[in-house]
């Protein structure tokens, strides 16, 4: 578990490095300037990190699966090697889809504004600069949206199927508690985050407000960052105990 939730961190400070400083720039400033190259950079590695949170939540919600409801067996499936072969994957899938929709979108004419109407280089507002057919690019988006959010948050659903019916044959009231008390971390942000998410990029842009979007947008990049290591780290008791004692 705390290896996932180091891989975790990391994706957060990748994303929040990359978005934050811009984004206290454009407020203080009211506006800033950034050349196209740094832009994609940006894009790439804020959805990068993204897209990487959400596969490293579904191998989370496995592990979770798997110390619930096949505890004799947990130690021998989940070892050191499995463990590095799925973030590795996490991270190796998101960051060659995330080159594909980048090389796309470096293939664009951009001839109209050269002014984006956001708080950092997303692909919407990346878009709206081109005077090409961004159509295609949209698509794609959409399709490969499918498996990095869909797809996992489908599998996260099924395992917590499996883990509440495992819990409610536990038949001590402390064993229901304990068991429910390791995954109510993991679960919180997995709502917090997908729903973001759902909703920002599952949804077609005509029936959505710029606003509304820049708001789902603060949500996941900065909120849900900000939130994780409250969630997972207050609750836990270990570390609350290692906290007073440096107190």
Request: with cysteine.
């Amino acid at each position: 578990m705390y290896f996932f939730l180091s891989n975790l961190s990391l994706s957060d400070i990748v994303l929040i490095t990359n978005i934050v400083p811009q984004m206290l720039q454009v407020i203080l400033e009211e506006g800033a300037t950034i050349p196209f190259t740094n832009c994609i950079t940006q894009f790439v590695f804020s959805s990068a990190s993204a897209g990487a949170e959400c596969f490293l939540l579904t191998v989370m919600s496995y592990d979770r699966y798997l110390a619930i409801c096949n505890p004799l067996h947990y130690s021998s499936i989940m070892g050191a090697k499995l463990c590095y072969t799925l973030v590795t994957l996490c991270w190796l899938i998101e960051f060659t889809l995330i080159l594909i929709m980048a090389w796309m979108v470096c293939e664009l004419r951009l001839c109209g504004p050269n002014v984006i109407d956001h708080f950092f280089c997303e692909l919407g507002p990346l878009l709206e600069l081109s005077c090409s057919d961004t159509s295609i690019v949209e698509i794609v988006a959409f399709v490969l949206s499918i498996p990095v959010i869909l797809f996992p948050f489908v599998l996260i659903l099924l395992t917590y199927v499996y883990i509440s019916l495992t819990i409610l044959r536990i038949p001590s009231t402390t064993g229901k508690q304990k068991a429910f008390s390791t995954c109510s971390s993991h679960l919180a942000v997995v709502c917090m985050y997908y729903g973001t998410l759902i909703a920002k990029y599952m949804v077609p842009s005509s029936g959505r407000l710029r606003g509304l979007s820049k708001v789902l947008s603060l949500l996941y990049t900065v909120v849900t960052p900000l939130f994780n290591p409250i969630i997972y780290s207050l609750r836990n008791q270990e570390i609350r105990a290692a906290l007073r004692k440096c107190i």
